[in-house]
């Protein structure tokens, strides 16, 4: 093809949809480089290894003279189950809110995605807006599954804290 002859393919995109189309090429590359990162950071072995070392340190450090614990700890024991109930419930509440709002958000969006779009002048204008509907939709998922993940690390560290919070009260502190 000589050069400066317009190829026989090409297709003049109106500025809405180039816009949408953009904002779609933006929004993909930022999750892989989210996806990236969340895969990086999302080690359960390592949180793993640290709680098992932190409690190696913990127990390492415990005066084994006196005497171990015992049934007579029947209140200590009752004290870890109640905090344990009392955080399960608490991380099982909070997540089904979450999971909630999640199908909240995603009826409304649907809703949205269903109703028909503004009269459009021709077909760029109408994928234009599906683009960004479905980018909206990805988002607002995004967000609640950003907000879920937060929520799950907190629940995991409140989980490790009353590990180490139950092994105080029933040997002691440490050294």
């Known amino acids: 093809m000589a050069s400066g002859t317009a190829s026989p393919f090409s297709v003049d995109l109106e500025p809405e949809l180039q816009q949408a189309l953009k904002r779609w090429a933006k929004t993909a590359e930022q999750t892989v480089e989210e996806a990236q990162l969340a895969a990086q950071s999302i080690d359960p072995l390592q949180s793993t290894l ?16 006196k005497t171990p614990p015992s049934a007579d700890k029947a209140d200590v024991y009752n004290k870890i189950l109640e905090n344990f109930t009392e955080l399960n419930s608490s991380a099982i509440q909070r997540l089904t ?5 999640l199908f909240e958000a995603l009826l409304a969006e649907s809703q949205k995605y269903m109703e028909p779009a503004k009269p459009a002048t021709n077909v760029q204008t109408t994928a234009a807006h599906y683009i960004n509907q479905n980018l909206n939709v990805f988002n607002d998922v995004k967000q609640s599954m950003t907000e879920q993940t937060k929520t799950l690390a907190n629940i995991q560290a409140a989980y490790n804290s009353l590990y180490q919070q139950s092994l105080s009260m029933l040997f002691g502190p440490a050294k």
């Open 50 to 65: 640290q709680t098992m070392q932190s409690s190696m340190e913990f127990l390492s450090q415990l005066n084994w003279t």
């Open 97 to 101: 809110e979450e999971q909630k709002n």
